[in-house]
């Protein structure tokens, strides 16, 4: 049965072909016509697109095209019956072109159109679709009026939808403006006007623009100022002439490249308070000036952890050695430099490369912190074994310097073992960083990339100055202690630093993968002391050679590394962690829950939505709620809809609802009730009686 | 400085920098230019004061003024104005080496083969008269009173289609303004919003 149906349907659509395209004269902007299915039912609706491919360097206008160019048409030939709703238009791009602002898409873009169909049509019934399009193609210096006619058939069948083509037409939704849900207020005051979106402050943010619908509100080619205080995002920008006598106003706020939310506002008073919000980054700053003084102020907050992380246990024994290696280099001038420039290059670059990381993860979404890296128990463990060998080596077991790394090192002025040892210095600081560098890199965190960067970089030269200051001055040089047998015993007290920071490294170990976790990293530690304390055996015996003993050590400490995992944790996971154990929301799910008739609360919400956040604090996430839903095992689904995922935007649409807040309950057994948009902890607790 | 003052050669040197698109009031005295027309006369807006002008930014290259020309829609609309007395300004602000820029002889070309019924066909080259009159679009009009003041700016109609076969059915805002001028009435529409090309503006400002 099934393949017979796939069989006719393919039959079906290579006899009607699924698409048209524009006939007659080759247009710079190519057009199809496109119908998600090509056998939609009776009473239903479908929706058709409006592909449209540009040539390279052209480019097709949104419904407000800007300060010039015009607002493409469509008009329908439909069969009785069938009605097709307004054209949606994805999210613009800007253009400037010699002063004047045009919104257009300069790359593939589609209109999508909803066709509704009568109820009572049989199955089989031809519906032939034609639509006449007029459209404005132009390239940045000419415009040429552009028109196609499209037809194509359907045919009333059960609303089939091909995977590839609903993939397809998912893609094409996902660029679609989202409605905001609340009205937004505009006031237009001193020439300027300002408008207020309430956006949860928790809603990560792009390059930010404001695409008004409405003519005459703004001066299109005027620079938009976007700043946010809580929950209000606003944006302020020159007035157009006659603003002030518009009763509303229509548009699409962009909170980044082709995401945008479609609004609606009302005249109204609109504060000018907020941190402005920058031009293309999601960080806040408070104005230019201010960004200077923040930049400088954290610069020398990290430039002072930097150097303060020096006499930290687990960098100073490193720099004592650097140090000592210095000294016993008797102080010639060129190689001391370099030796300095590259431990500092080490440095920096390591504390540069860990920040940008972290600000490329949390770029990305994840909550990550300073020193995120060691949340990764493999992190730990590898630590935990560098600084083992470390602290053996000091201890006297075996010898670095006949390493032929070492004795490289000696010849060649040290200059690449300074930057590893530099790297090291640094990769081994991060865990010491905390108590010093809070302040300067969580400023970090909310400035600019390029800014947080230096605020890293100064970080890495606070840690590299001592040495730095060594290498520049001999003065200081000459102050070092003569080399000497007491540096032997030293460099055994230096250990002991040493083999504290490995402790502690064993012990966040124990926290992150547990008892058994850390007893293997233990063990690793142990197989390694013991391969060491062999090399160093050998050493002594003149056979300076032999790391092939390393080797199982190695593999010992490898397979270790690969196979610890962090230990899993009490309550985890949920995707509103909070009082109310939530699941994240997919309708195998919810259909699984009916079958075994527990009553379920769904509800969607999404990082921008402001009534979503505000309902979530206020009546969801309660104990009284949780205590209710527990009483009578109401199972909790959530959708996060913060990306317009299309599948939740279908099963949204199906209910009515044309975005977030949504908030279903479903006894068992029956139908979704739709809960108002304003929710109460009494209204959910009455719920699960 | 509320009077904007603008102008081309001679007076080039003191003209005010415009980088950006400004703009006039409607309602309010509409700023002094003084540009070369397609014979290198020299045109002043002053001059014409006591009689109603109207300006037209016009592109040849544009397919929204080729609209109003092949259909004869705009020349009418000239012819009509001209019989009442009415100065026609035609501008172009196109920048050399972009669509649309006429030297004075390509203008006087355009002017005779278009059959255009306007009283001078200004070149504005550098866009200042443009920038100053915040001119965005070709076609975009403006209609300055008796007494100097701008009592309309912006598209030749309502229909935002480069389809002749729309203007029949379009209401024309500029026939309408100058009617009731004419007729001692105030204008109803004193601002719509233009439809075109853009204005093809020196990329450096």
């Known amino acids: 049965?099934?393949?017979?149906?796939?069989?006719?349907?393919?039959?079906?659509?290579?006899?009607?072909?699924?698409?048209?395209?524009?006939?007659?004269?080759?247009?710079?902007?190519?057009?199809?016509?496109?119908?998600?299915?090509?056998?939609?039912?009776?009473?239903?609706?479908?929706?058709?697109?409006?592909?449209?491919?540009?040539?390279?360097?052209?480019?097709?206008?949104?419904?407000?095209?800007?300060?010039?160019?015009?607002?493409?048409?469509?008009?329908?030939?439909?069969?009785?019956?069938?009605?097709?709703?307004?054209?949606?238009?994805?999210?613009?791009?800007?253009?400037?072109?010699?002063?004047?602002?045009?919104?257009?898409?300069?790359?593939?873009?589609?209109?999508?159109?909803?066709?509704?169909?009568?109820?009572?049509?049989?199955?089989?019934?031809?519906?032939?679709?034609?639509?006449?399009?007029?459209?404005?193609?132009?390239?940045?210096?000419?415009?040429?009026?552009?028109?196609?006619?499209?037809?194509?058939?359907?045919?009333?069948?059960?609303?089939?939808?091909?995977?590839?083509?609903?993939?397809?037409?998912?893609?094409?939704?996902?660029?679609?403006?989202?409605?905001?849900?609340?009205?937004?207020?505009?006031?237009?005051?001193?020439?300027?006007?300002?408008?207020?979106?309430?956006?949860?402050?928790?809603?990560?943010?792009?390059?930010?623009?404001?695409?008004?619908?409405?003519?005459?509100?703004?001066?299109?080619?005027?620079?938009?100022?976007?700043?946010?205080?809580?929950?209000?995002?606003?944006?302020?920008?020159?007035?157009?002439?006659?603003?002030?006598?518009?009763?509303?106003?229509?548009?699409?706020?962009?909170?980044?490249?082709?995401?945008?939310?479609?609004?609606?506002?009302?005249?109204?008073?609109?504060?000018?308070?907020?941190?402005?919000?920058?031009?293309?980054?999601?960080?806040?700053?408070?104005?230019?000036?201010?960004?200077?003084g923040t930049l400088l102020a954290s610069f020398g907050a990290a430039l002072l952890g930097g150097l303060l992380l020096n006499i930290m246990p687990c960098v100073f024994p490193i720099l004592s050695l650097k140090a000592l290696s210095l000294a016993r280099s008797g102080g010639h001038e060129t190689a001391a430099r370099r030796e300095a420039l590259a431990y500092t290059a080490g440095?920096?670059?390591?504390?540069?490369?860990?920040?940008?990381?972290?600000?490329?993860?949390?770029?990305?979404?994840?909550?990550?912190?300073?020193?995120?890296?060691?949340?990764?128990?493999?992190?730990?463990?590898?630590?935990?074994?560098?600084?083992?060998?470390?602290?053996?080596?000091l201890a006297g077991l075996f010898d670095f310097a006949s390493l032929g790394f070492g004795n490289r090192l000696a010849a060649q002025g040290g200059t690449t073992g300074a930057f590893w040892t530099g790297a090291l210095a640094a990769f081994v600081a991060t865990p010491c960083t905390g108590p010093f560098m809070g302040v300067a890199l969580g400023a970090a965190l909310v400035l600019p990339p390029i800014a947080a960067l230096t605020i890293f970089a100064g970080l890495g030269l606070g840690l590299a100055l001592p040495f730095l200051a060594l290498g520049f001055i001999p003065a200081l040089r000459k102050r070092l202690p003569k080399p000497g047998a007491w540096m032997e015993r030293f460099q055994r007290i230096l250990s002991i630093p040493m083999f504290v920071t490995a402790l502690g490294l064993a012990w966040i170990l124990g926290r992150q993968a547990g008892v058994d976790g850390m007893a293997m990293g233990l063990a690793a530690a142990l197989v390694l002391g013991l391969a060491l304390w062999w090399i160093g055996r050998r050493q002594s015996h003149g056979d300076g050679r032999n790391w092939l003993a390393l080797a199982p050590a190695a593999a010992v400490a490898m397979a270790m590394i690969l196979t610890v995992s962090p230990a899993p944790k009490a309550s985890a996971g949920a995707p509103a962690a909070g009082i109310l154990a939530a699941e994240p929301f997919s309708e195998a799910r919810l259909a699984a829950l009916q079958q075994e008739g527990r009553p379920v609360f769904v509800y969607f919400t999404a990082d921008w939505c402001l009534s979503c956040k505000v309902n979530e604090k206020a009546a969801i996430q309660r104990q009284e709620v949780a205590d209710a839903f527990a009483a009578r095992r109401v199972a909790v689904l959530v959708g996060d809809w913060t990306d317009g995922d299309p599948v939740i935007g279908r099963f949204i649409e199906s209910h009515g609802r044309s975005g977030v807040p949504l908030y279903l309950f479903y006894k068992p057994g029956g139908a979704p009730e739709i809960l108002p948009q304003v929710l109460t902890p009494e209204r959910l607790t009455a719920l699960a009686v | 400085?509320?009077?904007?003052?603008?102008?081309?050669?001679?007076?080039?040197?003191?003209?005010?920098?415009?980088?950006?698109?400004?703009?006039?009031?409607?309602?309010?005295?509409?700023?002094?230019?003084?540009?070369?027309?397609?014979?290198?006369?020299?045109?002043?807006?002053?001059?014409?004061?006591?009689?109603?002008?109207?300006?037209?930014?016009?592109?040849?290259?544009?397919?929204?003024?080729?609209?109003?020309?092949?259909?004869?829609?705009?020349?009418?609309?000239?012819?009509?104005?001209?019989?009442?007395?009415?100065?026609?300004?035609?501008?172009?602000?196109?920048?050399?080496?972009?669509?649309?820029?006429?030297?004075?002889?390509?203008?006087?070309?355009?002017?005779?083969?278009?059959?255009?019924?306007?009283?001078?066909?200004?070149?504005?080259?550098?866009?200042?008269?443009?920038?100053?009159?915040?001119?965005?679009?070709?076609?975009?009009?403006?209609?300055?009173?008796?007494?100097?003041?701008?009592?309309?700016?912006?598209?030749?109609?309502?229909?935002?289609?480069?389809?002749?076969?729309?203007?029949?059915?379009?209401?024309?805002?500029?026939?309408?303004?100058?009617?009731?001028?004419?007729?001692g009435k105030a204008v109803s529409i004193r601002e719509s919003r233009p439809y075109g090309c853009s204005v093809k503006y020196s990329d450096v400002s």
């Not at chain 1, 404001?210 to 509100?217: E, K, N």
């Not at chain 1, 994840?366 to 560098?386: M, Y």
């Open chain 1, 1 to 292: 049965m099934k393949m017979l149906r796939f069989a006719i349907m393919t039959l079906l659509s290579l006899l009607l072909g699924t698409q048209a395209h524009a006939q007659a004269q080759p247009t710079h902007i190519k057009p199809a016509l496109i119908a998600e299915s090509v056998v939609p039912a009776a009473g239903g609706i479908v929706t058709l697109a409006l592909a449209m491919k540009p040539d390279r360097g052209w480019h097709g206008y949104w419904k407000n095209p800007g300060d010039a160019g015009i607002t493409p048409e469509f008009n329908w030939t439909l069969p009785a019956g069938v009605t097709a709703a307004d054209a949606e238009y994805p999210v613009p791009h800007r253009l400037m072109l010699a002063g004047l602002m045009n919104y257009v898409y300069e790359g593939d873009y589609a209109h999508l159109i909803t066709l509704t169909l009568p109820a009572g049509l049989a199955k089989g019934t031809k519906l032939p679709i034609q639509l006449a399009a007029d459209w404005l193609a132009c390239t940045d210096q000419v415009c040429v009026p552009e028109s196609g006619t499209m037809a194509i058939e359907l045919v009333v069948g059960d609303g089939t939808i091909d995977a590839g083509r609903k993939g397809q037409f998912d893609r094409w939704r996902a660029l679609l403006p989202r409605p905001l849900g609340s009205e937004g207020r505009f006031e237009v005051a001193g020439g300027n006007f300002r408008l207020g979106v309430p956006l949860p402050a928790s809603a990560t943010l792009g390059e930010v623009y404001f695409f008004p619908l409405t003519d005459g509100a703004i001066d299109y080619a005027a620079p938009q100022t976007v700043r946010r205080d809580g929950d209000m995002l606003t944006i302020e920008v020159k007035a157009a002439g006659a603003a002030g006598e518009l009763k509303v106003i229509d548009g699409v706020l962009a909170l980044d490249k082709d995401k945008g939310l479609a609004l609606k506002a009302l005249p109204g008073k609109v504060s000018a308070a907020g941190a402005i919000v920058g031009p293309a980054d999601t960080g806040r700053m408070e104005g230019a000036g201010g960004l200077a």
């Open chain 1, 347 to 393: 440095i920096v670059l390591v504390c540069v490369g860990l920040g940008a990381a972290l600000l490329g993860l949390r770029a990305g979404g994840s909550a990550a912190g300073w020193a995120f890296q060691l949340q990764d128990p493999r992190v730990i463990l590898f630590l935990l074994l560098l600084v083992s060998a470390v602290a053996f080596n």
């Open chain 2, 1 to 183: 400085m509320k009077m904007w003052i603008g102008g081309t050669l001679a007076a080039a040197a003191f003209a005010l920098a415009m980088p950006v698109i400004a703009g006039q009031a409607t309602g309010a005295k509409a700023g002094n230019f003084r540009v070369n027309d397609a014979t290198g006369k020299v045109i002043e807006l002053e001059q014409f004061r006591g009689k109603t002008v109207v300006l037209e930014w016009n592109n040849p290259g544009c397919p929204f003024v080729q609209k109003h020309y092949t259909s004869g829609n705009m020349q009418n609309t000239q012819a009509a104005a001209r019989k009442d007395g009415v100065v026609w300004l035609t501008i172009n602000s196109g920048a050399p080496g972009k669509q649309g820029y006429m030297t004075g002889p390509e203008a006087l070309k355009f002017v005779k083969e278009q059959k255009s019924n306007a009283s001078y066909y200004l070149l504005d080259p550098k866009g200042v008269v443009g920038k100053g009159y915040g001119a965005k679009t070709t076609p975009q009009m403006f209609i300055i009173d008796k007494t100097g003041t701008l009592v309309y700016q912006g598209g030749i109609d309502d229909k935002a289609t480069a389809k002749v076969a729309d203007i029949a059915s379009a209401t024309n805002y500029v026939t309408a303004a100058l009617s009731e001028m004419k007729a």
